[in-house]
């Protein structure tokens, strides 16, 4: 009982520490000005990689997931970023719960794509969902577009020298494309498109590079009627050349194709199964019958959710393997593509993985399609990494219907005892809580 009381502290204490960390704001300092001399950011951050917040209470979940490039001036950006919707988020709900009774299963998710990155600029675009209330979530884009270099993050006019042209070119230019050249291939109102495309910096505040120019993105009803969505459209550089001087996308290097490496060899851990053998013989007609009480036994299964993470997962596994014990792991699809090493580790390692879902959101509150989108997506990339291919699911935050189940296709895994790791952030009492709850074949 001692043993096993040890494992589950450590292994209690190596999760809190993977998904129960907080979050210090950092008060970022005035932009550099294109004049000055540039402050250098080689500094490297030794974390590099998704960062995951997840936040679980009664009324509400949050799922927020941002990028750690390896820049202490870009990732401390992008950390008050994410910190920063949260809070707003926070703040909103609980405006909310104050004039109304009802507590709905509120919700903030926030995922990301790198879009464009090379040794002098890099493209962020964040995608985030919010439920407080209503018929249905919030749709909204933040685009993020650094120099490297200086670690600092540029607007649109950073790209032009000393010009504000640039705003009547992407005007002229984008009038043209959507009204004439129809490049959206619909229809669209011109007195509607006229207004959104003037030459205002607030119509074209969120950009983001390609490797052929910009690509703005344009805000629900900016450019029409909610059907045609939040459009987006390519500019390419020569628009510009020929009539003003580019000042940042000169340092942009042509794209060069990417490639990965692969391995020929595969190393496989073999272990051997551990059985429990008694030893028998037959019993004496003669011979008294003695009865040994029975002692119960209490089997559980240890899960692990929300990783890989490149630290405590690893921290996990050792403690795992130095008992001699097998865990189920339930990845987040994001994580397991940023970090495919940690995710072989533990298919080698005999642990059986399970699908997470890809950026952990409310399942119930996606169409159908962005379920098969969570879902798939995830399963191809454990697939792709480890050759398996999970056959079992959690939901996030343990929520599910009927329809999630009927696009999921697998069996939903949830848990028997709930140390509630997440509220309580201390190690002995959720040691004590789960051993007092326990019972043979909990989870």
């Given amino acids: 009982m001692n043993k096993r009381r040890i494992l589950i502290a450590i292994l209690i204490s190596m999760t809190l520490l993977l998904f129960g960390c907080s979050y210090t704001y950092d008060k970022l300092e005035n932009p550099i000005l294109p004049d000055s001399r540039p402050e250098s950011n080689t500094m490297r951050n030794p974390e590099i990689g998704i960062q995951t917040i997840i936040n679980e209470g009664d009324t509400q979940t949050v799922s ?104 009547e070119i992407l005007s002229q230019y984008a009038h043209k494309a959507l009204i004439t050249d129809r490049v959206l291939n619909i229809s ?72 990965e490496e692969t391995s020929e060899g595969t190393s496989e851990l073999e272990t051997e199964p551990v059985t429990e053998v008694e030893a028998t013989r037959e019993k004496q007609a003669d011979e008294p019958i003695l009865t040994k009480p029975a002692i119960p036994k209490k089997r559980i299964a240890i899960t692990f959710e929300d990783g890989p993470h490149p630290i405590y997962t690893e921290l996990i596994l050792d403690t795992l393997k130095s008992r001699k014990t097998v865990s189920t792991f339930f990845v987040i699809g994001n994580r397991a593509l940023e970090y495919p090493e940690m995710l072989m580790r533990i298919h080698d390692e005999g642990h059986l993985i399970g699908n997470h879902s890809w950026s952990h959101p409310q399942l119930t509150r996606l169409t159908n399609e962005n379920i098969l989108d969570q879902i798939s997506k995830t399963q191809d990339t454990i697939a792709e990494i480890t050759g398996y291919t999970p056959y079992l699911y959690r939901p996030p935050y343990g929520i599910y219907n009927e329809n999630v189940v009927t696009h999921a296709r697998m069996p939903a895994i949830l848990w028997s005892i709930d140390p509630k790791d997440l509220l309580y952030h201390d190690a002995s009492y959720i040691t004590n809580y789960v051993l007092d709850h326990a019972f043979d074949g909990a989870i």
């Fill in 64 to 167: 927020v997931h941002y990028p750690s490039t390896g820049y202490i001036k870009i990732d401390n950006t992008l950390t008050e970023f994410a910190n920063n919707r949260i809070e707003l988020f926070n703040q909103e709900i609980a405006n909310i719960q104050l004039h109304k009774e009802e507590n709905l299963p509120y919700e903030l998710h926030i995922d990301y794509d790198i879009v464009y990155e090379t040794a002098h600029h890099i493209s962020i675009l964040f995608t985030e969902s919010k439920f407080s209330g209503g018929s249905q979530s919030i749709s909204t884009r933040y685009t993020y577009t650094f120099n490297v270099d200086q670690g600092r993050q540029l607007a649109l006019r950073d790209l032009f020298k000393g010009s504000s042209a640039y705003l």
């Fill in 188 to 259: 669209l109102d011109e007195e509607w498109v006229t207004k959104g495309v003037a030459p205002l910096e607030s119509n074209f505040k969120q950009f983001l590079l390609n490797a052929d120019g910009i690509t703005i993105l344009f805000d629900k009803y900016q450019l029409g009627p909610a059907f045609i969505g939040e459009p987006m459209l390519d500019i390419p550089f020569d628009v510009f050349t020929a009539h003003i001087e580019l000042k940042e996308i000169a340092l942009i290097p042509a794209p060069t194709e990417s490639y």
